[in-house]
C-alpha cells in the first residue's frame, strides 16, 4: 500500500504535504509555557512567534519572503539572486556588492562612499561635481580632489600641492561658445613650481606677491607676454 502524505491547502489548492515538510497544529499548542516561541495568536486562528527567532545557521526561502518590519542584519549576507527594495534601505556597516547592480530610482549617500574600481555613469544628461568659493575649498584636500569654485567661475583639480583649473568654465562671456579665449589672473599670491619638463605661459601683466617665489626648473621656461 502507497504511504499517504497528509492534505494540506496551498493558495486555495488541496495537495499533498511534501516530504520533509511539517504541519503545526495551533490547537495544541499551550499559551504561556516557559522558553515558547510558537504560539496560538490572539484570536486562536494560527500560529505566531511569540519573541525573536535566532537562526543560528542557514535559512533558505523558496518563494517570496515579506517583512512587514525591519530586518536586521548584523554579519555577512549573500542573496545569490535579485534583491527588490520598494521602501527605504539602511546599512548600518559595510555592504559589499560583488556584482553588478541596478538601481532604478535615486541613491542618496549621506556619508563617504567608496568604489574600489571604475565607476561608470551612462547617462546624456550630466554629472554635478560639488561647487563653493574658494574660501569653501576642503581644509585638506587629497590629490585628485575636483569641485567647481563659484568665486572663479571654473573647475579646478588639486594636484597635491596646490589648486589649479581645468578644462571648463570661467573665460570671456559673449554671444557665441567660442573657446578662443584664456583668462589668467593677474596678481600671483602663492609660491608655485612649475613641472619640471613643461613650460610655462601667462598673459601680462602680472604681479609677484612680496614674498612669493616663482621656482622655473632647469630646462623649462615662464614666458609672461
Known sequence: MATRRPLVLVNGVTSELPVGDVVVDSSGIAPGSANQVLQTNAGGTASEWRSNVVVPGTLNTTGVATFASGVGIS???????????????????????????????????????TFGGVVVVNTSGAL???EGTTAERPAVPASGDIRFNTTLTQFEGYNGIAWGALGGGGGAVGSGTNAVFYENDTTVTGSYTITTGKNAMTAGPITVLSGVTVTVPSGSSWTVV
Not at 94 to 99: D, K, L, P
Open 75 to 113: 554579519g555577512v549576507t549573500a542573496f545569490g539572486n535579485s534583491v527588490g527594495v520598494s521602501g527605504a534601505a539602511q546599512f548600518g556597516s559595510t555592504a559589499t556588492v560583488a556584482g553588478t547592480a541596478t538601481l532604478q530610482g535615486a541613491l542618496t549617500v549621506a556619508g563617504s562612499a
Open 128 to 130: 554635478t561635481l560639488p
